[in-house]
């Protein structure tokens, strides 16, 4: 079994600038490609970013330019950085696998972002 420890949530004023931790334990070998997703309020969750074995990436279009994911193996962990977040920005983030994610998912990590 897999599981999944996000943290890093804040409030923050937008135009600032927040990093997700999601460590990854238990069963991972089946993990080929990590994802950061979302759910912001009244909508569904959605992906917002993943990391491919080879470490190449992908962003949802609107993201691109501020958000970055990357990886360290050595500590079993996925970050997501996060630079002139905007309100619309606002909800929970999760990580799991991106293609077949694993249940349960992960508490997830409040980012809010206001002034």
């Known amino acids: 079994q897999v599981q999944l420890v996000e943290s890093g949530g804040d409030l923050v004023q937008p135009g600032g600038s927040l990093r997700l931790s999601c460590v990854v334990s238990?069963?991972?070998?089946?993990?080929?490609?990590m994802g950061w997703f979302r759910q912001r309020p009244g909508k569904q969750r959605e992906w917002v970013a993943y990391?491919?074995?080879?470490?190449?990436?992908n962003y949802l279009d609107p993201l691109k330019g501020r958000f970055f994911i990357f990886r360290d193996n050595s500590k079993s962990t996925v970050y997501l950085q996060m630079d002139n977040l905007k309100q619309e920005d606002t909800g929970v983030y999760y990580c799991?696998?991106?293609?077949?994610?694993?249940?349960?998912w992960g508490q997830g990590t409040q980012v809010t972002v206001s002034s």
């Open positions: 238990g069963s991972t070998d089946s993990i080929k490609t």
């Open positions: 990391i491919r074995e080879d470490g190449s990436t």
């Open positions: 799991n696998d991106r293609w077949s994610p694993v249940t349960p």
